[in-house]
């Protein structure tokens, strides 16, 4: 949630240099982007103007940038400067969260051949506007999951939820899915154990979510809040 215009731009320039790195290093790697980060709480012109900075450095180093969904509040604007900035080259992403009532038409207003990660969403939002039940958010994200490889959609199934994750993969032979429309995500730090093995045991790609930053306590001591499961592993690792 950055508050002021230089320090969007000094961040924008940051990650403008990862991108660069990325690429000379020639790493199998990309970077997503919260719109609160670059210039979002400030003004749609600043996040714009950020965000397209980004979007060119993607392209010049022939790499992939994601916009990172936060809560609902920044939700349309989210989607929005995913659809201005949209390419037929499917260099840019979005990330939809399938606890927003809301998801299921965001979903069906998306090009086909678009690329999405798929997560259960932690932030805590209205019951008006989310659904609060966990078994309801594994149906509907299974759900959301079947209607975007039946519109040709890329997904990273971003989930450290194990009875989900075989779910999805039931769902993936069941519908035959090709390896190549899609990945599986998690949150390094967090232990996934014979999970893991089990999604390497069927040749799927498998991505780790890795923060970035040096306001990076801050960033884990809100994961905390927001998802209190996730603390014991973000405290490990502060320590280790």
Same mark, same amino acid.
């Given at each position: 949630?950055?508050?002021?215009?230089?320090?969007?731009?000094?961040?924008?320039?940051?990650?403008?240099?990862?991108?660069?790195?990325?690429?000379?290093?020639?790493?199998?790697?990309?970077?997503?982007?919260?719109?609160?980060?670059?210039?979002?709480?400030?003004?749609?012109?600043?996040?714009?103007?950020?965000?397209?900075?980004?979007?060119?450095?993607?392209?010049?180093?022939?790499?992939?940038?994601?916009?990172?969904?936060?809560?609902?509040?920044?939700?349309?604007?989210?989607?929005?400067?995913?659809?201005?900035?949209?390419?037929?080259?499917?260099?840019?992403?979005? /990330?939809?969260?399938?606890?927003?009532?809301?998801?299921?038409?965001?979903?069906?207003?998306?090009?086909?051949?678009?690329?999405?990660?798929?997560?259960?969403?932690?932030?805590?939002?209205?019951?008006?506007?989310?659904?609060?039940?966990?078994?309801?958010?594994?149906?509907?994200?299974?759900?959301?999951?079947?209607?975007?490889?039946?519109?040709?959609?890329?997904?990273?199934?971003?989930?450290?939820?194990?009875?989900?994750?075989?779910?999805?993969?039931?769902?993936?032979?069941?519908?035959?899915?090709?390896?190549?429309?899609?990945?599986?995500?998690?949150?390094?730090?967090?232990?996934?154990?014979?999970?893991?093995?089990?999604?390497?045991?069927?040749?799927?790609?498998?991505?780790?979510? /890795?923060?970035?930053?040096?306001?990076?306590?801050?960033?884990?001591?809100?994961?905390?809040?927001?998802?209190?499961?996730?603390?014991?592993? /973000?405290?490990?690792?502060?320590?280790?």
């Amino acid at each position: 949630h950055t508050e002021n215009k230089k320090n969007a731009d000094s961040i924008t320039i940051q990650y403008c240099e990862i991108l660069h790195q990325i690429n000379l290093k020639k790493l199998k790697c990309n970077i997503s982007i919260k719109p609160s980060h670059i210039g979002s709480d400030i003004s749609d012109k600043i996040l714009m103007n950020n965000f397209k900075k980004l979007h060119n450095r993607a392209i010049e180093n022939e790499n992939f940038i994601r916009i990172d969904m936060e809560s609902s509040s920044l939700t349309d604007i989210t989607l929005n400067t995913y659809a201005k900035t949209y390419t037929k080259e499917n260099n840019i992403g979005v /990330v939809l969260q399938a606890y927003l009532y809301r998801t299921k038409k965001d979903l069906m207003q998306l090009k086909p051949n678009s690329n999405i990660r798929l997560c259960k969403g932690i932030y805590n939002e209205s019951q008006d506007i989310a659904i609060k039940d966990p078994k309801k958010i594994n149906d509907n994200y299974l759900k959301l999951l079947k209607m975007a490889f039946e519109r040709n959609i890329y997904v990273g199934i971003a989930t450290h939820d194990i009875n989900l994750i075989k779910a999805s993969i039931v769902m993936i032979n069941e519908m035959n899915i090709d390896k190549s429309k899609f990945e599986f995500q998690m949150l390094y730090g967090v232990p996934m154990g014979q999970t893991l093995n089990i999604i390497k045991s069927n040749k799927y790609k498998i991505r780790i979510y /890795v923060p970035f930053g040096q306001d990076w306590y801050e960033y884990s001591i809100r994961r905390i809040k927001e998802n209190p499961n996730i603390g014991m592993y /973000v405290i490990k690792n502060m320590f280790r």
